[in-house]
């Protein structure tokens, strides 16, 4: 079954590595700019294995040409003559995660198995350069300071495939200096910008404060028991809401 990145356009830039890093190649990628052109998108579709949202976001809602929450009437009114059944979801925007139940309405629109979203702040720099000296290895990268840079670069990196692993990094080098541009990516609860790669942010703050995706606790919750988080400051997890149970297959026939 086919796959969609449906991305805010003013995110393009982001917008073709984040999708990497699910596996959505470009002819699946599309670009949107307010709620017309996501029910368009979705409705070009009859089914989906996985759809990708990708836009600012808040808790249990997204931002498109305005704020949306996801289960209000105004939002859900849009797909009233929508058929596409979807079997996965996931929202790439900031703190969408903390409101399940609404995630959970949304899903219910196409017969979703899941709706799964973060719950802290996406930051990403999408034009960091990198000189990779000539010889460098898997260890010195890992120590790797780009110019103005604090504390070293490499946790911070995009996760594969979004950038080349540290060992084919190491690789390109072997003969010559390499000049790269990658993507960073980091997530904070709050949004006052505080890159942890930068004036001793890390040390200052704490590892607590930062985090890459990997590091999220993955957390699955039921629809029915699906409710909005009242953490002024949650925890670091991706949060999955069960909308249905997928439909089990009859056991063969025996001969």
Partial sequence: ?????????????SAPWVAAIWKIGLKEQKAIEDLEDLVKEINAHK????LVIFSHGYMGG???????????????????????QIEHIRFE????????????????????????AFT?????????EFTL??????KSLLALKPKNATSPIAPWLAPP????ALAQLASMARDDDVKKVLPLEWFQYSLD???????????????HTFRVRSDATLRSVLAKDAKASSDPIPPFEYVTVIVREPEKKPPPRSK
Avoid at 1 to 13: P, S, T
Avoid at 64 to 84: I, M, N, R, S, V
Avoid at 93 to 116: I, R, Y
Avoid at 197 to 207: A, M, S, T, V
């Fill in 93 to 116: 925007g900031c703190w969408v995660g903390e409101g399940p139940a609404d995630m959970a309405v949304f899903g219910q629109l196409f017969k979703a198995l899941d709706v799964s």
């Fill in 47 to 50: 089914s989906l294995d996985e």
């Fill in 120 to 128: 802290w702040t996406h930051w990403s720099v999408d034009d960091a």
């Fill in 133 to 138: 000296p000539k010889g460098t290895s898997v």
């Fill in 1 to 13: 079954m086919a796959k969609l990145f449906l991305y805010l356009r003013e995110l393009q830039k």
């Fill in 62 to 84: 997204i931002i498109l040409d305005e704020a949306y929450d996801l289960g209000e009437e105004k939002f859900t009114k849009a797909f009233a003559k929508t058929k596409t």
């Fill in 193 to 207: 910008l505080k890159p942890p790669y930068l004036d001793n942010n890390l040390q200052h703050l704490g590892k």
């Fill in 161 to 164: 495939p979004a950038t080349p």
